[in-house]
């Protein structure tokens, strides 16, 4: 049985990295190219889940579980920015009846 395990293929580092620096790179490009919010909150979360895949990379190539901890903590913050960033569109959506970030600006004082 080990024999197996020793002779599986493993996918090199630098595909993740490239993969991941892909993945961030279309989450950045969302956030300054689009002005819906809710593709704005998804594009946030895009370049979240490419660290997220980058150091469960990192730390399964290690074979250090550290960074399976911080990829726990970041599920976090995205699960709770996912929660506050939907009900801020809700109360925005009520007060504007749209989700356009450049009508925004009319809740100025």
């Keep these: 049985m080990p024999d197996t395990i020793q002779n599986m293929q493993v996918i090199p580092l630098d595909y993740y990295i490239f993969f991941c620096s892909a993945l ?3 989450g950045v490009v969302g956030v300054l ?3 819906n919010a809710l593709v704005i909150f998804m594009s946030i979360e ?3 889940n490419s660290a997220n895949l ?23 913050v995205a699960a709770a920015e996912v929660a506050i960033g939907l009900a801020l569109l809700v109360m925005i959506y009520r007060s504007t009846h749209t989700i356009d970030i450049n009508v925004l600006n009319k ?3």
């Excluded at 980058?54 to 976090?76: E, K």
């Design 24 to 26: 961030f790179a279309i």
């Design 33 to 35: 190219v689009k002005r």
């Design 46 to 48: 895009l370049m979240l």
């Design 54 to 76: 980058l150091l469960a990379a990192f730390s399964a190539y290690r074979n250090d579980p550290a960074g399976q901890i911080f990829v726990f903590f970041i599920m976090v």
């Design 107 to 109: 809740l100025k004082w």
